[in-house]
């Protein structure tokens, strides 16, 4: 079974620049997870989706986070613009909804704002 | 709001030695919890998790865990570490009840000195 799939793996770009992260969860789960990881720190919930519908983005800096999930598949992360304590990882997780079950990561994508 | 705390931030000790790191969360409800290991320059991949039944689980690689819901605990144990368990261990508390909202913790980073 595919896993997690997240790409860029790194990403170095300047303040006030834009850049998005992709990810494609494992084949048939509705649950999809975003997190942001700064060094030293727990992964921390960005955004939730069950299929391509939002569960939770109470934690998403919404005035410059975005994040889309229009065909309840893949996902894409956006950040516009990007301030330098943006740099951290960013972790993409999916999980299906049938039963207890546990969630599964990807790589993530190591972003660094200079 | 849901919470997760991890008591210690790092840990140090010889191999053979036994590692005991402590997790409490704050919620009352119906949880699923989950213990992650991050291994140095990989992802997360899961440890251990508690949905029902037997709160004494058993995990890869020597690891178990307590689920003690008097005290919200679930502390995850292992009698004899060996250098290989350098990482960082992080507990994760599931809300169903929230949409399957997954809240980490703030790590545990563990070095085992060979």
């Known amino acids: 079974e595919a896993g997690v799939a997240q790409s860029p793996r790194y990403k170095i770009i300047e303040k006030r620049q834009s850049v998005a992260f992709w990810c494609n969860p494992i084949s048939g789960h509705a649950t999809l997870y975003w997190y942001q990881q700064i060094l030293g720190q727990g992964p921390k919930l960005l955004i939730q989706?069950?299929?391509?519908?939002?569960?939770?983005d109470s934690q998403l800096p919404k005035d410059r986070f975005s994040a889309e999930r229009l065909k309840g598949v893949d996902s894409t992360l956006k950040i516009q613009p990007a301030k330098l304590e943006d740099s951290a990882v960013y972790l993409c997780?999916?999980?299906?909804?049938?039963?207890?079950?546990?969630?599964?990561f990807g790589q993530g994508t190591r972003l660094t704002v200079v | 709001a849901q919470s997760v705390s991890q008591h210690n931030h790092h840990v140090i000790l010889s191999e053979a030695a036994s590692l005991e790191l402590g997790c409490n969360y704050s919620?009352?409800?119906?949880?699923?919890l989950f213990w992650y290991v991050q291994y140095p320059g990989q992802h997360l991949q899961l440890l251990l998790k508690?949905?029902?039944?037997?709160?004494l689980v058993k995990g890869i690689k020597g690891f178990e865990a307590e689920f003690i819901k008097s005290k919200f605990s679930f502390n995850l144990r292992k009698p004899s570490v060996q250098w290989s368990d350098t990482a960082e261990y992080f507990c994760?508390?599931?809300?169903?009840?929230?949409?399957?909202?997954?809240?980490f913790g703030g790590g545990t980073r563990v070095l085992v000195k060979p």
């Open positions: 994760a508390v599931k809300l169903k009840a929230a949409g399957n909202k997954l809240t």
């Open positions: 997780a999916s999980s299906s909804t049938d039963g207890n079950t546990e969630a599964f």
């Open positions: 508690y949905f029902s039944g037997d709160p």
């Open positions: 919620y009352g409800g119906t949880v699923n």
């Open positions: 989706f069950q299929n391509n519908g939002v569960v939770d």
